[in-house]
């Protein structure tokens, strides 16, 4: 805080403010009146009147000074006391000592600040890891999902090769909803959002626990592998089973049907189906490879789906042990 009113010194005091650090906190401000032709001191703030200036200085208070000026007098004593005494070997161990004290400090300082950083990176990946968990969790419960749906789709597959190979169709109805099974299927996509932020942001390398980072690109590293199956099947089925379907069969009837079964007579119309509406289907050597590949790429798939669950099970467990230490 400043002080008023100001004080004034007369120029010769000035000296023994002359030297003041400039790391100490100022709070007197004291005004003085110095002959211009003599501006040994910088001058903060100045007023010239005909031949002399008004100089603003700032001098710490009492209070403040006494500490500092007590050491700097102890340490100058002590420097002076060994020069006088031309013990000019402990002079140097003294300096020397004073060397090794700030070293000392500043090992000290930087010691506390990467204590401090150490304690800020756990917090941030223990943030992580609770994330990493909750995707994890909905990520089993999406991978039953759709797990499943594609146990569906292989017995739907099955189902229908047997009928290509000569089985009597008994209801059209659910020969129809076995074909759109197949032909409406989905692509899965693991939830993931805490890895891919870690990832993109760089911070994967906050992840300490090494066991812990390997079940994460491990999982990452199936689920490419599952995607390039429905890749692979993607093609297939194009070629396979949607470029011939639609040449051969009149789509309307079977949609409206099946639209109908769905949605419990509230959409579409429930018209009938007959050998008809399928045999151009049944005779396409096309279409029944396609169903023997999607029987076979969809059992592919769930065996890469089953692995990921166990593995985001083992890895929840890995997280609740690190989370407890």
């Known amino acids: 805080m400043l002080h008023q009113p100001f004080f004034t010194v007369q120029t010769p005091i000035l000296n023994r403010f002359r030297y003041l650090p400039q790391c100490v906190t100022l709070n007197y401000k004291i005004r003085t009146t110095l002959l211009h032709s003599n501006p040994w001191y910088e001058i903060k703030h100045s007023t010239i009147y005909q031949e002399s200036c008004e100089l603003i200085i700032y001098v710490p208070s009492r209070s403040n000074r006494q500490p500092l000026l007590h050491m700097i007098k102890f340490f100058r004593k002590i420097r002076q006391q060994l020069l006088t005494e031309?013990?000019?070997?402990?002079?140097?161990?003294?300096?020397?000592?004073?060397?090794?004290?700030?070293?000392?400090?500043?090992?000290?300082?930087?010691?506390?600040?990467?204590?401090?950083?150490?304690?800020?990176?756990?917090?941030?990946?223990?943030?992580?890891?609770?994330?990493?968990?909750t995707d994890l969790k909905l990520n089993v419960v999406h991978l039953d999902k759709y797990i499943e749906m594609r146990n569906s789709t292989i017995n739907s597959a099955r189902i229908l090769v047997e009928h290509f190979e000569g089985k009597m169709i008994e209801d059209y109805e659910e020969f129809n909803g076995h074909t759109i099974n197949i032909y409406t299927w989905r692509k899965f996509f693991q939830i993931n959002n805490t890895f891919q932020e870690l990832v993109n942001s760089g911070n994967f390398s906050l992840i300490s626990n090494d066991t812990i980072k390997s079940a994460l690109l491990n999982i990452e590293t199936l689920y490419k592998v599952m995607k390039d199956e429905?890749?692979?099947?993607?093609?297939?089925?194009?070629?396979?089973?949607?470029?011939?379907?639609?040449?051969?069969?009149?789509?309307?009837?079977?949609?409206?049907?099946?639209?109908?079964?769905?949605?419990?007579?509230?959409?579409?119309?429930?018209?009938?189906?007959?050998?008809?509406?399928?045999?151009?289907?049944?005779?396409?050597?096309?279409?029944?490879?396609?169903f023997v590949m999607a029987e076979y790429e969809f059992t592919v798939m769930n065996v890469h789906l089953k692995e990921i669950k166990v593995m985001c099970n083992q890895l929840m467990q890995l997280i609740a042990l690190e989370l407890e230490k």
């Open 86 to 133: 031309n013990k000019y070997i402990k002079y140097l161990l003294y300096a020397i000592g004073e060397i090794i004290l700030v070293v000392i400090g500043i090992l000290i300082a930087l010691n506390i600040n990467n204590t401090n950083e150490i304690r800020r990176q756990r917090i941030q990946e223990l943030h992580y890891l609770k994330n990493i968990k």
């Open 230 to 290: 429905e890749a692979h099947f993607r093609y297939d089925s194009e070629k396979l089973l949607y470029d011939p379907y639609f040449e051969k069969i009149d789509t309307n009837p079977l949609v409206q049907n099946f639209t109908y079964q769905m949605s419990g007579g509230k959409a579409g119309k429930r018209i009938p189906l007959t050998i008809r509406n399928f045999q151009p289907m049944l005779d396409d050597i096309k279409q029944k490879n396609g």
